[in-house]
């Protein structure tokens, strides 16, 4: 499930990541109005990314609640790639070649199908990658390479589209050139 509204961050988040959060919190506490339009706008536009996307390698959109307000997103049931990359260097294991193949070809499976409905990733990075199966740092797993991996988090930023202040011209979102 993703809140758009939720800006509790962990213990072990970066302070970088801590700041956006507090941040967010004043915002929302300061003008709610304002900070409720902004979530409603980001959801509706992640979500219009998101609904017509059908592969294998890219997390689908189940749904969306309105109490909380959040979408409803496929279920990874290993978490995020970064985590289980944190479990082989505590492990003081490499990461099997031909994991590391199955990976990246995944990836660019789901790059090739977004960049095919003109869209462009812009964050692609291992908190981003979510896992439903992966071998374990030991184990007969990884001789087996059983690999499953999906992007995800589509977050939507305005950039500027003539080259002057942030956010000013146009919305490109995720969505490249048309052919």
């Not at 959109?61 to 995020?80: D, I, K, R, S, T």
Request: with cysteine; net charge positive; aromatic share 8%.
């Amino acid at each position: 499930m993703k809140m758009p509204l939720n800006n509790e961050v962990g213990d072990e988040a970066p302070p970088e990541e801590a700041q956006m959060a507090a941040a967010a919190m004043r915002a929302l506490r300061e003008n709610p109005t304002m900070a409720l339009n902004d979530a409603y706008r980001t959801v509706r536009q992640e979500m219009a990314i998101l609904l017509p996307l059908r592969h294998q390698n890219i997390v689908s959109l189940l749904g969306y609640c309105l109490n909380p307000f959040c979408m409803v997103l496929e279920f990874a049931p290993q978490g995020a790639l970064d985590r289980i990359l944190a479990n082989y260097k505590r492990a003081g294991v490499r990461l099997n070649a031909y994991v590391m193949q199955k990976c990246i070809v995944q990836c660019a499976s789901a790059l090739k199908y977004l960049h095919r409905h003109h869209i462009i990733y812009r964050d692609l990075k291992s908190e981003n990658i979510l896992v439903w199966s992966f071998p374990a740092p030991s184990g007969p797993g990884q001789l087996q390479h059983q690999v499953t991996i999906k992007l995800a988090d589509y977050g939507i930023k305005p950039v500027s589209g003539t080259g002057g202040n942030e956010g000013a011209g146009w919305y490109s979102w995720f969505y490249g050139p048309r052919d």
